[in-house]
């Protein structure tokens, strides 16, 4: 992806490189053909000029027609020259010109040559005056190089001057707007001041901005408030049902029937409890109502977790290693998500493990990630199941009473929360790994020694 403002500034140099080229291409063929033009013209001052020296001292001056019939002049360069011969009628008052090669003392020369017929005592005579074509090539040449030199540096110029005019117009768009919207993290810290620019569009798409952002935090602020309303209607209910429940139970007048089927609706208030819980907390993460500036030691977060699950752990025998680097620190989190995320991976590791299995939870850094891997070589889980484990109200295992889809659905919300990603590897029969990927920009780590 290119930014606007190289975007704006190749394609000004990419119109003026077509220009370039076009007004090369027409200066050579101006300067071929004024170049030519005028070696012309000198030619033809160089035949008035003999003319006028011929009317003065008289042809006899030059050739002696009983003697020689062809008189030859040449400058010590051999890059002009003039010849006077005798001539036919046929040529009187004409001017040829013509590219010939001429042998001047045994070497060939490209000459441009002007022939003219003129008659003096009833004689014609024949004048032809040359120039050395290589020289007019050469003068060309220097020419043409000169002015794609001129056109070289005028390009740079405006290429120079495009890319400082483009700057200046998208000031404000690189200086405000992009800034806002890079800076970003929630609608309360968004940067709601107007733009001062001169330029209408700018200013339109700033206020266009702002008054979206309103709009979005109008409507997070009536989801946090559904939010909390949607806790406070339902947990009221359910819990004056468990107080009654409760009453019942302890109720002298109880007939011992229903005893059973009151523990049984207690059971399912109380996971209709949890799924609610879940469901809100679920809600507030992805309202992003959560902070993200506390700071934790990773080790000691897994600790505690081993250490408030070991009881069900230990009911199945199974063994967690905790092999996090004592000096891995954590920053820019929410410690208590943090923690919800690990404890209901180790929690799901030791509920589909087998007896006498083992976790193991590990940390290491690749690349721009920080990576928290969950192994353990329990029953595993089948390749067509994977793609659904994250989903809400999925079950893994369909036949077991426990867990209800919301854990993993949970562990995903805070992984996204933490802008980071979470896949999982496993095999039917050898276990499972929950792999999870933090980016290093917003998770720092400090591993020493």
Known sequence: MMRLELKLALIGALSKIMIFFILLILMQQVIDKQALRQTDHDLIKMKDKTMDIVGKIGINSFLNIEKDSVYASYNMLKDEYITIDLDTKESLGKLVFSDEAREIEGDDFDFRILNY??????????????????????LNKMMKNISIIIILVVLLITIIFDVGINKYLLNPLNKMIIRKLKTITSPETFDFSELKSSTSDF?????????????????????????????HELF?????????????????????KFVSSILDQQNNLNRLQQIIKAL???????????????????????????????????????????????????????????????????????????????????????????????IDNGIGIDNDQISNIFNRFKRVD??????????????????GFHNGFIEVQSVKGEGSTFKIQLPLINVKINAIG
């Open 203 to 231: 200013v339109y798409l700033n206020n266009a901005l702002n008054e979206l952002m309103h709009k979005v935090t109008t409507i997070l602020k009536n989801q946090q408030k559904f939010t909390a309303d949607v806790s």
């Open 398 to 415: 369909s036949a077991s009473g426990e867990g209800y889809g919301l854990g993993l659905s949970i562990v995903n919300s805070i992984v």
């Open 117 to 138: 017929g003129f008659e003096i005592n009833n004689q014609y005579y024949n004048l032809e005056v040359g120039k050395n074509i290589q020289l007019i090539n050469s």
């Open 236 to 256: 009221t209910p359910i819990s004056i049902m468990q107080t009654k429940l409760e009453n019942l139970l302890t109720s002298a007048n109880l007939p011992e």
């Open 280 to 374: 809100l907390l679920i809600a507030r993460i992805e309202n992003d109502q959560f902070s993200k500036n506390e700071t934790i030691q990773f080790k000691e977060l897994v600790d505690e977790i081993i250490l408030n699950i070991e009881d069900r752990a230990e009911m199945k025998n199974i063994t967690i290693e905790n092999l996090v680097h004592p000096n891995d620190t954590l920053s820019n989190i929410n410690k208590s998500l943090i923690y919800i995320l690990m404890f209901n991976l180790v929690s799901n590791a030791i509920k589909y493990n087998r007896d006498g299995g083992r976790i193991r939870i590990i940390c290491f850094e690749t690349g721009n990630t920080f990576c928290i891997e969950v």
